[in-house]
């Protein structure tokens, strides 16, 4: 069970924009800035897209943006193309019990 | 450009020790700017942090895996290891190694990763 709470789908057409929510409490999301986001298509490694909330790595489309607001942390793809079409995951920094790091179960997202 | 590659037995038996390494090309695993970390992900499902480790040997690990995990780092050969004592079926997964960015707390970049099977 984890401790971050994503919905299992989004789905849209091309162009359209989606956002995938990633929910956690005071003691990941809400407690620092250190939210990251990670793509990954089927087979494949995951792939940073965005980190600290709303930065982008080097090569990473502008068309993903990151978001905070409280406890919920959000993931906005624009435009949405056919190849986005993959497994979304959130990340948080954790201070629970000891500090580490949270995944979420992951978000499918369908291009429909 | 850095380069990730885990390696281990495909097949580790139950009770016994999961033993992986990660060799890291076309950087420095003595930075002081990153950390070495391990992820998994059991079959169909998502993603598990299970710890990091800094050249020096300083380590992280996930609360809920500490007591079955030693990790180490060594430099001369570039490349880091996990090792999971007693493991069951529940630790069947692809295992990922990754550069820890640990001031921004993220992961980026990643090894192909390793399907281990825990079977008798």
Known sequence: ????????????SPGQSITISCTGSS?????????????QHPGKAPKLLIYEV????????????????ANTASLTISGLQAEDEADYYCSSYTIRTTLHYVFGPGTKVTVL | QLQLQASGPGLVRPSETLSLTC??????ISSGTYYWGWIRQP?????????????????YQNPSLKSRISMSVDTSKS???????????????????????????SFDFWGLGTLVSVSS
């Open chain 1, 54 to 69: 709303n930065n982008r790595p080097s090569g990473v489309s502008t068309r993903f943006s990151g978001s905070k607001s």
């Open chain 1, 27 to 39: 003691s990941d999301v809400g407690a620092y800035d250190y939210v990251s986001w990670y793509q």
């Open chain 2, 23 to 28: 060799f890291v090309s076309g950087g420095s």
């Open chain 2, 43 to 59: 079959p169909g499902m998502g993603l598990e942090w299970i710890g990091s480790v800094f050249y020096s040997g300083d380590s």
């Open chain 2, 79 to 105: 490349h880091f290891s996990l090792k999971l004592s007693s493991v069951t079926a529940a630790d069947t997964g692809v295992y990922y190694c990754a550069r820890h960015r640990m001031v921004e707390a």
């Open chain 1, 1 to 12: 069970q984890s401790a971050l709470t994503q919905p299992a789908s989004v789905s849209g």
